[in-house]
């Protein structure tokens, strides 16, 4: 059984930083993982993705130049580093990892398996 765990979420000012950490054990293989997040009253939107085997990432605009995703293969772990922070990016951060059927990385139909969330406040 596929179990990510998240870590590393938390109450920061505006401007300040936060890395997060997801650890993925139980996986035959990986193709890539991805990160979401969900606002209170929104929907899950996509933040970030890296592609496992060859680091390919791909960010949602409103990130980039801030956030950067990577991974530790050897540790079945992703991380988000977020820099730069604004109330708005105040949200439950979670991590995913992709299933048998990919439909692109900003597609939350092509991540089979999720983490249980943590919390990110970002305070201005």
């Known amino acids: 059984q596929v179990q990510l765990v998240e870590t590393g979420g938390g109450s920061v000012q505006a401007g300040g930083s936060l890395r997060l950490s997801c650890t993925v054990s139980?996986?035959?293989?990986?193709?890539?993982m991805g990160w979401f997040r969900q606002a209170p009253g929104k929907e899950r939107e996509f933040v970030a993705a890296?592609?496992?085997?060859?680091?390919?990432?791909s960010y949602a605009e409103h990130v980039k130049g801030r956030f950067t995703v990577s991974r530790d293969n050897a540790g079945n772990t992703v991380y988000l580093q977020m820099t730069s922070l604004k109330p708005e990016d105040t949200a439950v951060y979670y991590c995913?990892?992709?299933?048998?059927?990919?439909?692109?990385?900003?597609?939350?139909?092509?991540?089979?398996?999720w983490g249980q969330g943590t919390q990110v406040t970002v305070s201005s």
């Open positions: 890296v592609h496992w085997s060859g680091g390919t990432t």
């Open positions: 995913a990892k992709t299933g048998h059927i990919f439909y692109g990385y900003t597609d939350p139909d092509s991540y089979a398996s």
């Open positions: 139980g996986a035959i293989s990986i193709y890539a």
